[in-house]
């Protein structure tokens, strides 16, 4: 365990990064601007790009040449006289003789340089080569001295600089060259008929032979009056009508009747008038059990299935419940499909040979593809076979929209076709089943009938051994019957008076709901009679009613008739009076015509003498006004942007993330020694010195 705290981390060079920063943005940018320039070759020609400059150093190549002349005019001299030819400075000696020089040496000397000419091993001379510096050179073969060069003294500069140089094909080139000859020509006709402007215009312009100019014209009368329509009188607005007729007074005629007399109903005799009937002699003790020999059994109707057992209804047929679509014309998703296809496949032929035309007769005109009027007809052609194209597909949605559209009626109405057969056999089926089942059920009920039957026939003959006595102790139940028997009879003497005195009831209240039924009768009888006397009075009325409409129509109809003669009479009085304006405006028109044609006659002699006089300048204006030389247009070039490096701001990043680090380790650091102090005060001091010792 140390305690020495982390270390910080050193600063970082931000400058040395800025520098750096910049030197990569430099270089970035010098890589955009290459890869943005790049060079274009076109049929017309085509552009070369190129990065720097040249500087060509004129005093230094005048020098230069002067000292090769000089040289040259020496050289020329020592051959002529046979001597040997000594460089400015002195030459080597001891060359061999009729050697005419040795190999160069390959190093740049001037001036004195020449005194330091070495020779190589093997007695072979070296002759300095001036190439540089604006020095002069000489031949290794002859040593005579060789004449500088202008890329000896030419040097690149602005190598961040982009040059562009445009150039054409001999083709193109030749036809600039040819319209620059027509342009000169054309200028100098132009120049020559300015002297005839001159001319011209130095005279005053005054037309001759012109007609008088109209201001005015006659002969065409006066516009007539508007007819007085009030002598053809006044239209009628109204008629005298006949008195509307009164009403009937219906309530004078009585009201209807309601009120009958109430008859008194007899609710029958109160209760013991005739006596009460007796409950009879106690019944006798009853003797348990009976003689049942000989008696039938009861019988339990058909056995399951005797008559045959009721049929459900058949399998219900499948419905067709969606329409099948997979065989219809398909609509289509993109151009070319279906109808579509049909009717583009023919108008792409078409499209095609008018685009051929066109390029044909633009280039017959002397128009090339890349000129403003080329490109103008192209784009025209362009948005009119756009526009054909986009309604031919239009067309052809709408034609397969209608082609799927009928199809799927058809096989809709072929489906309901069969829903309906099926389920017209559905309900064929079950009648059949249904009259199956009746069939069933009514045999079902004949078997519970005669079932019925025989039990009744078998509960009769069981009453009947009951009533006869058969059961033992008959004197028993004699006596028992006969007292009931007594008692019976005086319970229907009671019984019977009783029914009497209900139907003396009866009678009584049938006469009394007769008599109600007859006064009601009679009522209804007079309220119909007072009903049928009130509709007689409002057919009377009605019918004066229908009176009054009638001649207040024929009223109306007369008042019309009228107003229709007024206004026939002064709608041809209006037409008289229009005929008569028309014929004045016509005759107006025609002097006014005349006129017209006079001035434009003298307008027209006028435009024809300024024509004549114009003439001369208008030639000028036409021949300076040519074509001008138009030059081929080059494809542009957008280059992508080079981004640099970001040394900047990487130094920035690795300088935040040590200092972060550092945080980091100093924070650790610190909770470390904190804990190491909880933990030496928690022990003795001793402990705690001897654990922090270390």
Request: zero cysteines; a negative charge.
């Amino acid at each position: 365990m140390g305690k020495k705290s982390p270390a910080p981390p050193p600063a970082p060079d931000y400058a040395a990064a800025a520098q750096q920063q910049g030197q990569a943005n430099l270089e970035a940018a010098r890589l955009t601007a290459r890869l943005s320039n790049p060079n274009i070759s076109t049929p017309l020609g085509g552009q070369r790009v190129t990065f720097g400059r040249d500087v060509f150093d004129q005093a230094a190549y005048d020098k230069a040449m002067a000292d090769y002349n000089k040289q040259l005019e020496a050289y020329n001299a020592a051959k002529a006289s046979g001597q040997p030819y000594a460089p400015p400075s002195g030459r080597p000696t001891g060359l061999p003789t009729g050697m005419p020089g040795g190999a160069m040496m390959g190093g740049q000397f001037e001036g004195d340089d020449f005194a330091r000419a070495a020779v190589e091993p093997g007695g072979e001379p070296v002759y300095p080569d001036y190439s540089a510096r604006g020095g002069l050179r000489y031949d290794p073969t002859s040593g005579a001295p060789v004449a500088p060069t202008r890329e000896q003294f030419t040097s690149r500069t602005d190598l961040d600089t982009p040059f562009i140089e445009q150039y054409l094909t001999p083709e193109a080139q030749a036809t600039l060259e040819a319209q620059q000859r027509v342009e000169k020509a054309l200028a100098g006709l132009g120049e020559q008929a300015i002297g005839t402007v001159r001319d011209v215009y130095g005279q005053k312009f005054t037309p001759t032979g012109l007609p008088e100019q109209q201001f005015r014209f006659g002969g065409y009368g006066e516009v007539p009056t508007a007819p007085d329509l009030g002598q053809f009188g006044r239209f009628r607005g109204g008629f005298d009508v006949e008195a509307m007729p009164n009403a009937p007074d219906l309530m004078g005629m009585g009201r209807a009747g309601a009120d009958v007399t109430q008859q008194n109903i007899d609710f029958g005799p109160s209760a013991g008038l005739y006596g009460f009937a007796g409950a009879g002699p106690a019944a006798p003790s009853q003797i348990i059990g009976a003689n049942l020999g000989g008696l039938g059994g009861v019988s339990y109707g058909p056995v399951e299935g005797q008559y045959g057992f009721a049929r459900g209804y058949g399998a219900v047929p499948q419905l067709q419940e969606r329409v099948d679509v997979r065989d219809l014309a398909a609509l289509p998703a993109e151009l070319g499909l279906t109808g579509q296809s049909a009717i583009l496949s023919r108008l792409s032929p078409t499209l095609t040979a008018e685009r051929n035309a066109l390029e044909n007769r633009l280039r017959n005109q002397g128009l090339t593809p890349g000129t403003e009027a080329y490109n103008r007809e192209m784009e025209l052609f362009n948005q009119k076979a756009n526009d054909l194209l986009q309604q031919t597909a239009a067309e052809g949605l709408r034609m397969d929209a209608a082609m799927r559209a009928q199809g799927f009626n058809e096989r809709q109405i072929q489906n309901e076709i069969a829903n309906r057969a099926r389920e017209a056999s559905f309900g064929m089926r079950a009648q059949q089943t249904e009259s199956f089942n009746r069939a069933v059920e009514q045999n079902l009920r004949q078997g519970l009938s005669l079932s019925e039957a025989t039990n009744r026939a078998q509960e009769q003959d069981f009453r009947q051994r009951l009533a006869a006595g058969q059961f033992g102790r008959e004197g028993q139940q004699l006596a028992f019957t006969m007292g009931q028997s007594a008692q019976d009879m005086y319970n229907r003497a009671v019984e019977q008076n009783f029914a009497q005195g209900m139907s003396a009831t009866e009678a009584r209240n049938r006469a009394a709901e007769q008599v109600f039924q007859q006064q009601t009768a009679i009522q209804e009888l007079r309220n119909r009679a007072l009903m049928q006397n009130q509709a007689t009075a409002l057919q009377d009325f009605e019918a004066r009613m229908g009176r009054q409409r009638e001649l207040f129509g024929q009223g109306m109809s007369m008042a019309g008739l009228y107003n229709e003669a007024i206004a026939a009479e002064r709608q041809s009085e209006l037409q008289r009076a229009q005929a008569e304006a028309a014929l004045q405006a016509q005759r107006f028109n025609q002097a006014r015509a005349g006129a017209e044609f006079t001035n434009a006659a003298r307008a027209a002699g006028l435009q024809e003498q300024l024509a004549l006089r114009q003439l001369p300048l208008n030639e000028i204006a036409a021949i300076m006004s040519g074509a001008q030389v138009q030059l081929p247009q080059f494809q542009s070039y957008q280059g992508a942007d080079v981004a640099a490096a970001p040394i900047f701001g990487a130094a920035t990043a690795a300088g935040d993330f040590a200092q972060k680090n550092y945080q980091n380790q100093v924070a650790a650091y610190n909770a470390k020694m904190g804990l190491y102090g909880d933990i030496g005060g928690a022990f003795a001091n001793p402990l705690g010195k001897k654990l922090f010792s270390g």
